[in-house]
């Protein structure tokens, strides 16, 4: 029998509802959360992620502001228009679009962000929250794929969790909010020499290292959880991940597809992170 859908899209609308109910209780209290988005330069993708993601605050009653600067400019000004936005009592949650001119160091730019307004959870201070069990803000994608398991009913408790790819935003957050589940963890990466052997005793694999097919189906236990980050192109130019899918769909219990699985859920985990940052004041 074919894997079971982890609809992403369904799961999104479904999250979505719920955000949209926490926003209200929190606006008849006089706070409405608020997002604030900074997009320097013009890279075209950037700028539809950006619309995407202040299309959704303002679907579901986030108060969201979008900053474009020019490309040219300097760090020394975006570093202070953050710490402008860290001092802002209307916004909780600040996200600085991805990619930067070469000339800003994100690092630099990620770490000026206040921890409890980092929406992302890509900053230093951020991981370490999350490395040590410490509640805070975590990445959306890795968040948005543990309530893609979650949805399946599967207990995450006790079971082999392998994540492929060890990337700072997916990899490596997402096996510490597995460890944090109660699972055991293995993960892979490129001086892996045989990732088979591994994700063939895996309840549960999360594939995320933006190559197509690294997964296949005699790589899959049979009845896991299979979790495709993935965002590429096949040879028609069509979207697909980093699972086979039509293959491992045949050997999985559940799987996600691409597109219409991780995907929605990451937006959707930023909307929640705002929220939970308004939340969190006293």
Not at 33 to 51: C, E, F, M, N, W
Not at 91 to 110: A, E, F, T
Not at 237 to 246: M, T
Request: with cysteine; hydrophobic share 45%; charged share 20%.
């Amino acid at each position: 029998m074919p894997a079971q859908l982890i609809d992403g899209v369904a799961l999104s609308q479904q999250i979505r509802a719920q955000v949209g109910q926490r926003a209200a209780a929190l606006a008849a209290r006089g706070r409405r959360p608020g997002l604030a988005v900074v997009l320097v330069g013009d890279d075209s993708a950037s700028a539809v992620y950006v619309r995407n993601k202040v299309k959704a605050c303002h679907e579901h009653g986030l108060h969201s502001v979008l900053e474009k600067y020019d490309a040219s400019l300097s760090e020394a000004d975006l570093l202070a228009r953050v710490a402008a936005l860290n001092a802002d009592p209307a916004v909780h949650g600040i996200l600085v679009q991805m990619p930067l001119p070469r000339h800003i160091d994100p690092h630099k730019v990620i770490a000026a962000i206040a921890t409890a307004k980092d929406v992302d959870g890509f900053s230093v201070l951020s991981a370490g929250e999350l490395t040590t069990g410490l509640p805070g803000l975590r990445p959306c994608t890795p968040y948005g794929c543990m309530k893609m398991i979650e949805s399946t009913g599967v207990p995450i408790r006790g079971k082999h969790a392998v994540v492929i790819g060890r990337s700072n935003t997916v990899g490596k957050p997402m096996a510490l909010l597995l460890l944090q589940a109660h699972a055991t963890v293995t993960v892979c990466h490129s001086a892996t020499p045989d990732i088979g052997v591994h994700t063939r005793q895996a309840d549960i694999v999360v594939a995320a290292v933006g190559r197509r097919s690294t997964l296949t189906a005699d790589m899959v236990k049979p009845g896991a959880i299979v979790i495709d980050v993935g965002m590429n192109r096949n040879d028609a130019g069509k979207l697909c991940g980093d699972v086979d899918f039509a293959a491992v769909r045949e050997v999985a219990g559940w799987i996600t597809p691409v597109p219409g699985g991780v995907g929605p859920m990451t937006i959707t985990m930023l909307l929640v992170n705002t929220i939970e940052a308004a939340e969190a004041l006293p």
